[in-house]
Every structure is written in structure tokens, then in C-alpha cells.
């Protein structure tokens, strides 16, 4: 009996936490068109020269070549993950994360600024 107790517990819990967080991405990103729309800068720009991509409405993800850009919404921000290599052998693990309401000019101004760093220490 305590055993089944527990279990609804944790299964109550884990339904409301899926239910709060449906609803704010319905009210912070599906509202706006989801994810190709609300940030439609940001990834417009990821698409360039893009290899493959996949997107849903709370995440997108963009391959190119030997990197691979990650964009989640998770609880009022969107966090951005750039992991791969650059010549040369050079591992990238770089997480940045933003509020959701932050202008895509200046994420992209951070993440433009982030990659030409980058670039200065190879040459």
C-alpha cells in the first residue's frame, strides 16, 4: 500500500512539472510562431551552409560540417550549445544561455563575437 502511495506521488509530481512546462513554452514560444519563428534571426542565420537540421517547438539543432549548434527552451531562457572541433583538433564545448525575451541582435552580437575570439586563437 505504501508502495503504491509513493508511486502516485511521484507520478502526480512529474505530471504537474510536464504540465507547467508545456505551458510556458505555449505562452514563451509556441505563441509566437515556435522556435523557427520566435527566434527566426538566430536560426536564419544557423542555416547557412547548414548540413542538417531539425526543429520542434522547443528546440532546434543545426549541423555543420564538424560543429553542431543546439538551441533549447528551457524555463524562460534559451540556451545555446556549440559542440564540435576546429582544426586544428581543437575540441569546442561552449554553452551560452540567454533570456528568452533578449534580442536575437545582441545573442547574435555574443555568439559572432564568441566565434571570431575563437577563430584569433587558431591563427
Not at 55 to 72: C, K, P, Q, Y
Not at 94 to 120: N, R, T
Request: glycine share 4%; net charge neutral; hydrophobic share 40%.
Amino acid at each position: 500500500m505504501l508502495v503504491a502511495i509513493i508511486v502516485a506521488i511521484v507520478v502526480f509530481t512529474i505530471y504537474l512539472i510536464t504540465k507547467e512546462y508545456n505551458e510556458d513554452v505555449r505562452t514563451n514560444v509556441t505563441n509566437y510562431g515556435g522556435m523557427q519563428h520566435k527566434y527566426d534571426l538566430i536560426i536564419s542565420k544557423l542555416q547557412e551552409g547548414c548540413k542538417r537540421q531539425r526543429i520542434t517547438r522547443d528546440s532546434a539543432e543545426f549541423v555543420h560540417g564538424n560543429m553542431t549548434w543546439r538551441l533549447d527552451y528551457i524555463s524562460k531562457s534559451l540556451e545555446i550549445r556549440a559542440d564540435g572541433w576546429l582544426p586544428p583538433g581543437k575540441t569546442i564545448k561552449k554553452k551560452w544561455v540567454f533570456p528568452h525575451d533578449m534580442s536575437q541582435e545582441e545573442i547574435l552580437k555574443e555568439l559572432e563575437s564568441w566565434a571570431v575570439y575563437e577563430f584569433m586563437k587558431m591563427v
